[in-house]
């Protein structure tokens, strides 16, 4: 058995973009520091919107090329923050982006949102089971917000932990693997309203004109349940980088980027995390700084040598 870093962090995301605009801080954190970094997308993004003119020949509805166009964003924005493990369920193209919640594409032959669940967390407890993070990221049971792909990626996530941990599911997918602690990505409230308020004055130094409100920040949540927060202001600008380079989906203009919808949003450098499975070791109610806080077997891979 081929020997992993001590730490190990796997990131499960619906879409290329998803990673770099809600968790690339946190991703390039942990690769700066030597752990392995896993990113799992689990579609194209084939159905998404496309912002350069130049470019909308592309989209679902012209080209339909987009699919493999984003595989090449993804790969530039991960060489910005530093991850070289990035996949996508199943293989590129396994499952299709499936639009936005009620679009006839949700029922399409091959649609994420009509995949069969243990079907589709087959392929992530492959993944599981080979690189045996200690640590899982994803979304809470609404996606974020309430797209289809992301409900399902956090459906999917959440069954293959069990599976993967569950000896007598596929033998043949690896040695089971028990993740210590899984999050879902999450955003506090008071932090995104003060966020959006600061946007307000910064918004006249920017080419952008229409604030985006803080509904359209995935994850926000009470700041009561948020249990962990990443400082990850040293790799702001990583995160910026990786986020533009999604040209097709994402335009940054400093602190500050737009979608295809062209309301203005601020990019967070420190993001935010609810601990939903495992224990947190901060005391009392601080919150965690680190997502590997408390996890012992990082030597996990001598165990499953010796047995
Ligand atoms: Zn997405």
């Known amino acids: 058995m081929t020997e992993l870093p001590a730490r190990r962090l796997l990131l499960v995301h619906a879409h290329p973009d998803d990673e770099s605009i809600t968790t690339g801080a946190t991703m390039a954190k942990y690769a700066a520091e030597g752990?392995?970094?896993?990113?799992?997308?689990c579609t194209l993004g084939e159905e998404g919107e496309v912002i350069p003119d130049g470019l909308a020949h592309l989209a679902a509805d012209r080209d339909d090329s987009l699919g493999a166009h984003r595989v090449g964003e993804l790969a530039a924005a991960m060489k910005e923050v530093?991850?070289?493990?990035h996949r996508f369920l199943g293989g590129p193209g396994r499952y299709r982006d499936?639009?936005?919640m009620g679009v006839e594409q949700n029922d399409r032959p091959g649609a994420f949102?009509?995949?069969?669940l243990d079907e589709a967390a087959a392929h992530l407890v492959a993944v599981i089971r080979e690189v045996r993070p200690q640590v899982l990221v994803t979304y809470d049971p609404d996606g974020g917000y309430g797209h289809p792909d992301h409900i399902q990626a956090h459906r999917v996530a959440m069954r293959a932990a069990d599976l993967a941990a569950d000896p007598a599911f596929h033998a043949d997918l690896g040695a089971p693997h028990t993740i210590d602690k899984i999050y879902w990505n999450r955003a506090p409230r008071s932090v995104v309203e003060?966020?959006?308020?600061?946007?307000?004055?910064?918004?006249?130094?920017?080419?952008?004109?229409?604030?985006?409100?803080?509904a359209d920040v995935p994850g926000v949540t009470d700041d009561e349940r948020i249990t962990a927060e990443i400082d990850g202001r040293p790799y702001k600008a990583a995160k910026a980088a990786a986020m533009a380079a999604h040209v097709t989906q994402i335009t940054v203009s400093g602190p500050l980027f737009i979608l295809s919808n062209e309301l203005a949003q601020p990019i967070f450098d420190v993001e935010y995390y609810e601990l939903v499975r495992g224990e947190a070791s901060a005391e009392g109610t601080a919150r965690e700084t680190d997502l590997f806080a408390g996890v012992e077997r990082v030597t996990d891979m001598a165990e499953v040598t010796a047995q």
């Open 35 to 41: 752990a392995h970094v896993t990113l799992v997308t």
């Open 82 to 85: 530093g991850v070289t493990d």
């Open 98 to 100: 499936s639009g936005m």
């Open 113 to 116: 949102w009509s995949a069969d």
């Open 194 to 214: 003060e966020r959006f308020r600061w946007m307000s004055g910064a918004l006249r130094h920017s080419p952008f004109g229409t604030p985006a409100a803080v």
